[in-house]
């Protein structure tokens, strides 16, 4: 019973090809946030929905967008994928309302481009 | 089924004393461990890690302790400082270049 899940696990694609890494939670949160981890094991955030209001939007480039069509999910477009695209992303979830500082986190996308 | 798990979701601890963060795992397969800290709306920044063939690391005031037997490893912070209240994420990979497991996170607080 997986509180966030991601699909795929992994991707390899070309360069120039446009794909999207999905993300659901069940746990009712009403915030979810993308991450970036990049080769030093750093996440970078890049980008965090509370309820499908996006409220940070780190300083990306505007080939990446998030999509949310309800709260449970928050889905990752990338269009035009480069080389410097690869990397582990991670999906989250939290419910700062409530108090609670409790992350959930996918088990995260690799994404290969050649 | 959480591989990765930190049972204690906050600490509270004296300013100048020990903290000790604690994470417990199932898979003997990881051989890698992170621990990170997270500041609210910000995304988690790499504090400390651990191979699986060590048994310690340390870092300033950080310390990681790995007990492989009993699949648990320990942060310490001493002293504790009032900028270290924060959430930290107790972390692991199979490899090193592997993908990342998270545990929940644990959020402390510094009392002055």
């Known amino acids: 019973d997986t509180a966030v899940s991601q699909t795929p696990k992994y991707l390899v694609t070309q360069m120039g090809n446009d794909k999207s890494i999905k993300c659901e939670q069940n746990l009712g949160h009403d915030t979810m946030y993308w991450y970036k981890q990049d080769s030093k094991k750093f996440l970078k955030i890049m980008f965090s929905y509370n309820n499908k209001e996006l409220i940070i939007n780190e300083t990306v480039p505007n080939r990446f967008s998030p999509k949310s069509p309800d709260k449970a999910h928050l889905n990752l477009h990338i269009n035009s994928l480069e080389l410097g695209d690869s990397a582990v992303y991670f999906c989250a979830s939290s419910d700062p309302m409530t108090g609670s500082t409790e992350a959930f986190f996918g088990q995260g996308t690799r994404l290969t481009v050649v | 089924d959480q591989q990765v798990k930190q049972n204690s979701p906050s600490l509270s601890v004296q300013e100048g004393r020990i903290s000790i963060l604690n994470c417990d795992y199932t898979?003997?397969?990881?051989?890698?461990f992170l621990w990170y800290k997270k500041y609210p709306a910000e995304g988690p920044t790499f504090l400390i890690s651990?191979?699986?063939?060590?048994d310690k690391n340390e870092d300033g005031r950080f310390t990681v302790f790995l007990n492989k037997s009993a699949k648990h490893l320990s942060l310490h912070i001493v002293p504790s400082q009032p900028g270290d209240s924060a959430v930290y994420f107790c972390?692991?990979?199979?490899?090193?270049?592997?993908?990342?497991?998270f545990g929940k996170g644990t959020r402390l607080h510094i009392l002055p």
């Open positions: 972390a692991a990979s199979v490899d090193r270049d592997d993908k990342i497991i």
């Open positions: 898979n003997s397969m990881f051989d890698y």
């Open positions: 651990i191979s699986s063939i060590k």
